[in-house]
């Protein structure tokens, strides 16, 4: 019986099927272009596979692409499910190997934990740790990269990319200014408020001077930069390398004889560690005039009297604590968002995952650095 569409045996999928001994001679073109033909000649083996054992002759086919291979691995996948068999003969080495990429194969069943609920959980908490304690390793081996990198560009100063610096500082600190500004104008005011309403009740609403002034310059201004910046230029970081590393342009880099860490990391890092604590200075100063504004408002405090006492409760000492922190917590923010861009696979998914977790990561690194800033200052009573 000869099952195929259209007159030409040599242009159109088809198959002569014996029902004697159940062998098929597959002939034609079993390709994208011929699916309809593809599609009726697999139903017609299907059919004779479920009442007997299937050989299918593939020595007289003109071409097979993927969709054919896949058309028939399907259809021996649907007899044997069945109960059926289905043999290949007269397959050219091609063949073979198209038939074997398009094996249909059954996922493994993922295997029963039958351990406790408790010792699962202590398994689970020890291999998250232990993956932390690795990924410590990998940003200190990275962070190793770029200082051999740094040195490298010291001894040629010639090969740096000032014009790359030039570029992300504008991205990083100039175009970051307005938000930073605002939303640091905005916190100060609502510290002020807050602390005028509470010191009111003890007739100490002056004291809101010292608090906004210490806070905002030791603490808050540095730790609100850099937080925004995490989520603005750290996440902006990711995204751009892993971009590249999905488009394998990194790997073009490498192929070229450039290093991509001297052309994509160092002059990101850079123009973090140069423009983070220019951003946190000025935005100390709109939370300090977010803070003076709310005073007068709230407190009846005029301009004068605030720059006087604010003059009295800080110093310069106070101004320098936030200035040190910064270039550290650039230098983080810059270290983990360019190790999640390299750490991009090929999917939209990858990307994702890893610039939530350029992010997330950033922002939990730089509390805990200011934390340790702050039991350091506080242990030399700086």
Do not use: C
């Amino acid at each position: 019986m000869r099952i195929a569409d259209g007159s030409s045996t040599l242009e159109t999928a088809g198959a002569d099927l014996d029902a004697g001994d159940g062998r098929v001679i597959l002939h034609g073109r079993w390709t994208a272009d011929q699916g309809p033909a593809v599609e009726s000649a697999s139903a017609r083996i299907a059919a004779q596979g479920r009442r007997q054992p299937v050989l299918v002759d593939l020595s007289g086919l003109a071409r097979l692409d993927t969709l054919g291979a896949w058309v028939l691995e399907r259809t021996r996948a649907e007899i044997e499910a069945a109960g059926g068999r289905l043999a290949y003969a007269g397959a050219r080495p091609e063949h073979r190997i198209l038939l074997g990429e398009m094996g249909l194969r059954e996922p493994e069943p993922a295997p029963r934990d039958a351990r406790n609920p408790v010792v699962r959980l202590l398994d689970g908490t020890g291999r998250r740790v232990a993956r932390g304690g690795n990924e410590i390793l990998s940003g200190i081996a990275f962070l190793g990269e770029v200082v051999a990198a740094g040195g490298r560009v010291a001894r040629r100063p010639q090969t740096f990319r000032m014009a790359a610096l030039v570029n992300q500082l504008e991205q990083v600190a100039l175009r970051g200014v307005p938000i930073i500004v605002l939303i640091s104008f905005l916190v100060g005011g609502i510290v002020a408020q807050q602390g005028i309403f509470q010191l009111q009740r003890f007739g100490a609403q002056s004291f809101v001077v010292n608090l906004i002034g210490l806070l905002i310059l030791r603490e808050l201004g540095v730790l609100l930069t850099s937080i925004m910046v995490a989520g603005r230029s750290g996440s902006a970081f990711t995204a751009e390398i892993g971009s590249m590393r999905m488009r394998e342009e990194v790997d073009a880099l490498r192929v070229m004889g450039l290093d991509p860490i001297e052309i994509l990391i160092l002059p990101r890092i850079l123009a973090l560690v140069i423009g983070l604590p220019i951003l946190a200075f000025l935005g100390s100063l709109a939370a300090l005039a977010g803070g003076g504004l709310t005073a007068a408002i709230y407190g009846g405090m005029t301009v004068d009297a605030f720059l006087a006492r604010l003059q009295a409760a800080v110093s310069f000492h106070h101004f320098a604590v936030g200035l040190i922190k910064a270039p550290f917590m650039a230098l983080t923010i810059g270290i983990i968002a360019t190790i999640e861009g390299f750490a991009v696979e090929g999917s939209a998914e990858s990307l994702g995952r890893h610039v939530t977790a350029s992010v997330v990561k950033s922002i939990f690194m730089v509390i805990v650095l200011d934390g340790l800033f702050a039991v350091f200052f506080a242990a030399i009573d700086f």
